[in-house]
């Protein structure tokens, strides 16, 4: 089954957008993404990538929506998580969709809910198992170029080499 809907943290949109390349996420996700207002607010407050955020926020592919489950919410953030991680992570419970998360605690909390997750990492492969880009290297050098997008290098060559470069 193909996901066409995510919920997602700030770091995998502001990657994307920093490189120019959040029409990939549009054309992964071609119902939208769903974001929290910890989230917009994140990725309002700095520079790297807003105007594209914005305008896909303006376009309704991204959509800011109000988390309900506090309680969730209250744990994550107990468990030391930040604002839009914990908000991202209750909203996919909520929704019961795929999250975007590129944060190794996040994702271990993701996983303790049983939800489903990917990265930023994640999203380029899947965008060229689907050729929507014919290289991955490229962007992923770009994103840890101009962004604080980190990658051990362990796992940038075990990556390039699943996606065959």
């Not at 050729?131 to 390039?160: C, G, H, N, Q, W």
Request: charged share 30%.
């Amino acid at each position: 089954m193909e996901i066409i809907k995510a919920v997602s943290d700030s770091s995998p949109l502001i990657s994307f957008s920093a490189i120019g390349k959040l029409s990939l996420l549009k054309e992964l996700f071609p119902k939208g993404i769903i974001i929290s207002q910890a989230v917009f607010d994140e990725i309002t407050f700095g520079e790297q990538g807003k105007e594209a955020i914005i305008n896909a926020i303006e376009e309704k592919w991204i959509s800011v929506i109000q988390i309900s489950k506090k309680d969730i919410y209250k744990s994550l953030i107990h468990k030391g998580l930040d604002k839009g991680e914990s908000e991202a992570i209750t909203l996919a419970y909520e929704k019961k969709m795929l999250v975007l998360l590129d944060e190794t605690e996040a994702r271990r909390e993701a996983k303790n809910l049983g939800l489903s997750f990917t990265g930023a990492i994640g999203c380029l492969l899947k965008a060229k198992q689907k050729s929507l880009v014919l290289k991955i290297k490229p962007l992923l050098d770009s994103m840890i170029e101009t962004t604080s997008f980190r990658v051990s290098p362990a796992l940038y060559f075990r990556i390039l080499k699943e996606a065959g470069e």
